[in-house]
């Protein structure tokens, strides 16, 4: 009788992921496979076409004689399993953060590289490496940390980022009087921190300010809660109508006669149609009108106003002209 040499093509070598169990199968080969621990000699290990490997230490070499009835192979082909180690993951901490912004979150690997997942699942792979900067966020959020060391992954650790709520910097404001605002904030019991764009800064919940020119100023109000949280907010104040110069004052050819005046003044307006605004002289608005291009009779008694100094505010899309009469 005439046997078939028994044959097998073996791996040389193969790796072992720590905790594992690595199935070496030859089960599709037609002869039988002993196992030894040496080259030559010895007594089989194991008589198998599949052997499952676990817990070994460093590297483990077997040698792998097949056979098939009464046929052996000439020579033992060895197949070396090395233990792999995932890593062990170290420095994972939780972090804590004010809302809207972003975390930073670290950790290091002794083998391998770090994975930052949102599952437990290696699918979900958000970033690698030893630093991981998440998204903004408004809400507590759980992320997954794992070590990888070419296909050995280790078991998935948790890190959490903790988000703390930030304060409100709503506020509102009014008009005092030209250039004078108040402003207040909306919550109570926070730092406030008034950026009034114009180069001053004030603090409090409820500040006053005067401006010393016209334009557009920006102003933004920082708060801080007792948890070390900021927001800003910000709002654009105009300003118009002040007199920076004595010759904004004098210049534009407007006539107002009698002054002073006791029950009524006559306003000759050589420009388009105007609201007119009298204040007094603490800057309250104590009345209003309108004026046209041409000639104008305002009966000052109509507004029941005391004697005294006020101040006459013209305003239309393009002009803002400021007068005084005194008021018998």
Known sequence: QTWTFPYVTVQATDTLCTGDTLKLDYSTMSSGIRWYDSPAGDIALYDTNVLDIFSIAGTKTYYLEPYSVACR???R????????????????????????EKAILNASSD???????SKEDVSSILSRGSSYETDVLKEATRYYVASRNIHCVSDFKEVNVFVKNSPNAGFDYQVNSLGNFTLEAQTPGLQYEWDMGDENILTGKKVTHQFVKNGDFKVSLTTTNAEKCETTNSKILKVLGLITRVEEFSNSPINIYPNPARSNIVVQWPHEKASLNIQNSIGQRVASYEIKNGVNNIYLTDFELDSGIYHLIFTNETIVEIRMIFLE
Do not use: F, M, R
């Not at 083998?111 to 997942?117: K, Q, S």
């Open 73 to 75: 192979d000439t020579q």
């Open 77 to 100: 082909h060895s197949v070396s399993v090395s233990e792999l180690n995932p890593g062990v993951l170290s420095g994972l901490k939780d972090a804590e953060i004010c809302q809207d």
């Open 111 to 117: 083998a391998g590289e770090v994975l930052w997942c």
